[in-house]
Structure formats: C-alpha cells, structure tokens
C-alpha cells in the first residue's frame, strides 16, 4: 500500500468522522434531551443572579478573544464578574475587551496572554492573576474559571516540551491550570466553580488507552513506518480526557469537603473559528449542511450552555450542561469510568512533572524561580 492511498484513506476517515459520525451523534444528543422533555424528567438547574453576592468577584476565561469564550466573557462581566480574558494572541485580546466596553457601560474586564501550549506561559499567566487579585484588588476572589479555549488541528504540532499540541491545548494545559488555580479558588470567599467545556464528540471513543503515546502523539495511526495524524479522533480523545479529569477533580474535591465545585458545558456545533485549519471550501460545504440540517448555532446560542453551567446553583456539581436554558444530560459511560479518570489523572500529574523537568532542563538558570513555585503549587 503505498503512502498516498494511506494518506487518502485516513484523510476520508476524518472527514466520515466529522461529516457523518458527529452530525450523527449531535443528533441524538438533541434526541436525548427531546426524549426528557416529552417525558418530563428532564433535569433543568436554573441561573443563580450574582447581585445576591455584589461586584467584582473574579472569573477567567480562556479562548476568549472571539467566539464562543468571547460571548461567555460579555455574559458574565453583565453579571457582575471582574472577567480575566485569557488567549494566547495579546492584540486580539485588547479587541475583544474594547468591544465589550463599547457594548457594555460599566462592565470590569482585562485581558492576559495564556498559551495552554506553554508551561512557562501557563505559570506566567497564574502568577500573573495572583499578583493582581493581591495588589490591584486586594478584596478580589476568584471564583469562577472556564476552560473554554480548544483547537482542532489538522496537522501534527508539538509543544516545547514534546507533547502533541491539540492534545495540550483541548486537555494537558488546562489540566495544569486548573491544579495552579486550585489555591486561589479554594481561598475564595464565596463557593467557587470550575467549568470545563467538553464536546459531544467524546461520545465516539468506544475505549481509551491512557499511555505516553496519547500525549505525545495524540493516538496516531502508524503504518509504514509512519505517524499519520487523525485529527478527528485526538480531538475526541482530547475532550475524553477533559471530562474524566472533570468528574474525576469534582470527586476529589468533594471527598476533601471542599467548596469548590466541577461542571461540564458542551456548547454543540458553533460556528467559530475552530475549523480554520481546514480548506475553506470544505468548511463552507460543512456549515451548509449543517445549516440545513438546524445544527449550526452562532456564538450566542452555543455560549448558552456554558453560562448555565457557570451559574447554575453552587450546591449542584458533576453536571453535564447541554442545549441551554439549564438542561443536562448524562455524558457516555466511558467518561465515567472511575478507574480510567484514576489512571488518566496519574499519567497527567507525570506529565506535570516531566514539564518541570523540562523546564529545569532547558531554563534552570532564567527560570528557576518559575520552577520552585511550580513545584509548590503541585500536589
């Protein structure tokens, strides 16, 4: 078989994946909660109104210069929130909290740069919300973070510290951010909220091998001698891992009697930027169909889900949010098998201490101070 012909089979492969299996599974997600509704056993978690608590209470949302995140950051700045935009293009950033200030008198917001490929960045950006909660708002909490941001990439990049870099944007980097964070949301004094925002596409991963290859090379198929890069499947793999690692930290944190809670948003099909890696005949030849179908929603309607989930009573944790207007649905049983989250959380604590390592390696002399507090904050 030459390379071509494998080249041309894994290139069908995921455009069957996305074009047939996720319009597919997207469907029944929507037959799911209809199935609830004509039933009435639906479960629906109204919004809290954060005036019962006041002003600038601190949240951050990463991927938040434009789409779904940038929606998400208008909604919960109008809420009351000090919002913390965080991506990893500073320009774009500055022009998403400008254009919220122009559309929203009054609201409070800054941006700060985040690539979820970097530890160092990583760190950066947690020393940098912890100097401004201490300084510029002493009587700041942060009590809300949205893991928002995730990339589909059409081709195999790498990290600085070799993992694969969908993996590490959609699941590695906010699974370090999150565990940086910890500190600060725990020290909130009000109950604070985690939420992760997952993909209905973890619905396709029949079964998950947590090992050295699924971070540093996305679960690649190998012939000839070669890694080809099935983008759809790490992409569902990536977002597997999310939400193990989400009921996994929820159950964690409620055995500590911790008062922090975990939620997880699948906002559906939203047309964003996410698909910009691919030819754009065939992005526009897949937002048509899906147009047709009912199936594409704009930022607005997809961010419904993920401020639900935000807002949603504090008591209430470990909730998959879906469709807006409060509904949950129960994810796939694989994301719930407790002994997976248990293997997949140890292999992603190695890799916590394998970027340490990393950094120690290449930066001991400029970034050993970053490194000691790393090493503090990690349990």
Known sequence: MSSVVVRNALQIDNLLRMGFLWTLIIMVSYMMVLYHLLRGSSIVFPRRSMASVGRWRACIVTGASSGIGKVVAKALALEGYHVILAGHMSGELHEAVAEIKSECIGVS?????????????????????????????????????????????????FTPEGYDSM????????????????PLLEKSS????????????????????INEELFLKGTVQKSLNRDWYRMARIYEASKMCLLLFSYELERRLGNLGSRVTVMVADPGIVKTSILQELP??????????????????????????IIDAALAPMEVSGRYFFGGHGMTLQSSALSHDTKLAENLWRWSSKFCDAAIAHLKNDRHDSSSHLVSEIEERLP
């Not at 909220?193 to 209905?200: G, L, M, P």
């Open 109 to 157: 917001l800054h941006s700060v740069e985040l690539d979820l490929c970097s530890v160092a960045s990583i760190l950066a950006f947690v020393d940098a919300v912890e100097s401004w909660i201490l300084t510029t708002y002493p009587h700041h909490d942060l009590q809300l973070l949205v893991n928002n941001a995730g990339i589909l990439a059409a081709s195999q990049r």
């Open 167 to 182: 993996m590490a944007t959609n699941y590695l980097g906010p699974f370090l951010l999150t565990k940086l964070l910890l």
């Open 190 to 209: 009000e109950p604070a909220r985690i939420v992760n925002v997952v993909s209905f596409t973890h619905r396709c991963v029949r079964s998950l091998k």
């Open 280 to 305: 754009q005949l065939l992005v526009n030849i897949t937002h048509l169909g899906l147009k047709i179908l009912g199936l594409l929603q704009s930022p607005d309607a997809g961010a419904r889900a």
